[in-house]
């Protein structure tokens, strides 16, 4: 069994009281060309949640993380799937190297098993593996108030940062983001170092 089923078992193992009712049965691997055409759906699926903040301009938003992308983050290792007992991904995070940083590009998880621990076993795995890369820092944008963003990345112990003291690339991101719509006095850049 290799180091990834262990953690998913991990997880499925915890005393009752920690448990979230039904947690689901998954286990997290390293992402096959295969799944990629199945992310998108993911990731659609994942951010209905948004509409519960009155975000749903994100729900509604159809654009969903290229499939080049995601190959790239594939091929080198650094994009993480969540599979169910069929091996049918319920969830992925990916990302890569920016300015010598591990950058998460995504996380999303399917809207039927969000708040079941599927994203934090999905951040767990990561930070291990990039941890053991030699990676020494990791970074993120997201939305500050959101309960599934800001606070959430603060208790994995992330810090808002501003992309200015992160330098160029991130502002590049920043850019990218702003001419995409989002709405950037709401967002944040947030680093941990590992
Ligand atoms: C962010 C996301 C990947 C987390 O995945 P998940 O499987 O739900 O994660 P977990 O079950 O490990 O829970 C993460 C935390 O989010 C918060 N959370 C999850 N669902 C929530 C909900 N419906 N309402 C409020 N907070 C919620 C909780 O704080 C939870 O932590 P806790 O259980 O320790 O309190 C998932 O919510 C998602 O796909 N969201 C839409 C896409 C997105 O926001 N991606 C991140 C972009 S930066």
């Not at 069994?1 to 262990?6: C, G």
């Not at 290792?77 to 920016?98: K, R």
């Not at 502002?171 to 995409?180: F, R």
């Amino acid at each position: 069994m290799d180091s990834l089923s262990v953690l998913a078992m991990a997880a499925a193992a915890a005393p009752r009281s920690q448990v979230p009712h039904s947690v689901p049965n998954f286990s997290i691997r390293k992402a096959r060309s295969e799944d990629i055409p199945l992310l998108g759906p993911v990731e659609r699926s994942a951010a209905e949640i948004f509409r519960t903040v009155n975000l749903g301009s994100l729900a509604d938003d159809e654009t969903t993380v290229a499939p080049s992308i995601l190959a790239t983050m594939a091929d080198s290792n650094h994009l993480l799937v969540a599979v169910n007992e069929s091996d049918q991904p319920i969830g992925f995070v990916g990302g890569m190297n920016i300015d010598g940083n591990f950058h998460i590009v995504e996380i999303s998880v399917a809207q039927a098993v969000q708040g079941k621990g599927v994203g934090s076993a999905l951040m767990a795995e990561m930070t291990r593996q990039v941890k053991e890369e030699k990676f020494m820092v990791m970074t993120l944008t997201t939305y500050r108030n959101v309960a599934w963003n800001g606070p959430w990345y603060k208790k994995l112990g992330f810090q808002e940062v501003t992309a200015e003291e992160m330098g160029k690339e991130y502002l590049k991101i920043w850019d990218v983001e702003s001419q995409h719509g989002h709405d950037m006095a709401s967002r944040c850049v947030m680093r941990k170092s590992l």
